[in-house]
């Protein structure tokens, strides 16, 4: 069985600024936004013929114009030498990442400009792709189509274990599901993605795209905060935060 419920606690707060600009000064601004796709939760949909694939806890970025772009439109601030290994002219979506159980440490890599020599730790790990090598935009063809032009992209480049694409298969029923959420979470992953069979990029959050998690976190602005009582007297004791739904 697969666990949906998330507990109260579990809510990661998310002020105003993106997550990018609590990376500067290891960031620099484009001009041009970065719209991305985004998963909704999994709410017990029917997952037979979707692709399933791990949920990769790592820093998503958008590989485009030569840069490593965050969802806030900002460019980290990679070292030449890894920027060197990607492939030209395509536009590509994935992750940063470190490794299970590595979140903090690829943070630490990614947000400091001086830790250049430390990417050779990370993997940009690709799961989509949006633009080819030829310039012309894919983001309207289905999935599989999109699937198999990003894994040829990673499987031509020289990148060795700078790139790669990010394993996926189709999902036969429930249960195949509920065995794969188990194994992911016993080798220390953080869960699963389910994406629709035929569906477009769309650059919002999609129902095409979901996350399955026995434990689930959320985003929240924070708008306030109250002060501590008791011993945190003088401290701060409670954030204040609204939800998407609009839950306070």
Same mark, same amino acid.
């Given at each position: ?21 609590? @990376? ?19 709410? /017990? ?14 820093? =998503? ?6 840069? @490593? ?23 590509? $979506? %994935? ?7 590595? @979140? ?12 250049? $020599? $430390? ?8 799961? /989509?792709?949006?633009?080819?090598? +030829? ?16 894994? %040829? ?11 790669? @694409? ?19 979470? =016993?080798? %220390? ?27 689930? +976190? ?26 998407? $739904? %609009? =839950?306070?």
């Amino acid at each position: 069985h697969v666990s949906r419920a998330a507990p109260a606690a579990a809510c990661v707060l998310e002020t105003s600024r993106s997550i990018s600009s609590i @990376f500067a000064p290891a960031c620099h601004r484009r001009d041009e936004m970065t719209e991305v796709l985004l998963a909704q939760k999994w709410a /017990d949909q029917e997952p037979t013929g979707w692709w399933v694939s791990e949920k990769l806890d790592g820093v =998503r970025a958008v590989w485009r114009n030569g840069e @490593f772009m965050s969802r806030g439109n900002n460019a980290f601030v990679c070292p030449a030498w890894f920027k060197a290994k990607m492939p030209k002219g395509c536009i590509l $979506d %994935g992750e940063i990442w470190g490794g299970r159980r590595q @979140f903090q440490k690829t943070v630490g890599i990614v947000k400091n400009a001086s830790k250049g $020599d $430390d990417w050779k730790f990370l993997t940009y790990m690709v799961f /989509d792709v949006t633009q080819d090598a +030829d310039g012309r935009p894919v983001d309207r063809r289905p999935f599989e189509e999109r699937m198999a032009l990003a894994r %040829g992209i990673c499987a031509a480049s020289a990148a060795g274990e700078a790139l790669k @694409f990010v394993p996926m298969e189709r999902c036969n029923s429930r249960d195949h599901l509920s065995v794969l959420l188990d194994e992911v979470e =016993r080798r %220390g992953g953080e869960g699963l993605m389910l994406r629709a069979p035929a569906s477009v990029y769309e650059r919002r959050r999609s129902s095409t795209l979901l996350k399955v998690k026995t434990f689930h +976190d959320d985003e929240a602005i924070v708008v306030g905060h109250e002060g501590g009582s008791g011993s945190a007297e003088g401290m701060c004791g409670a954030l204040v935060c609204n939800t998407p $739904d %609009g =839950r306070r």
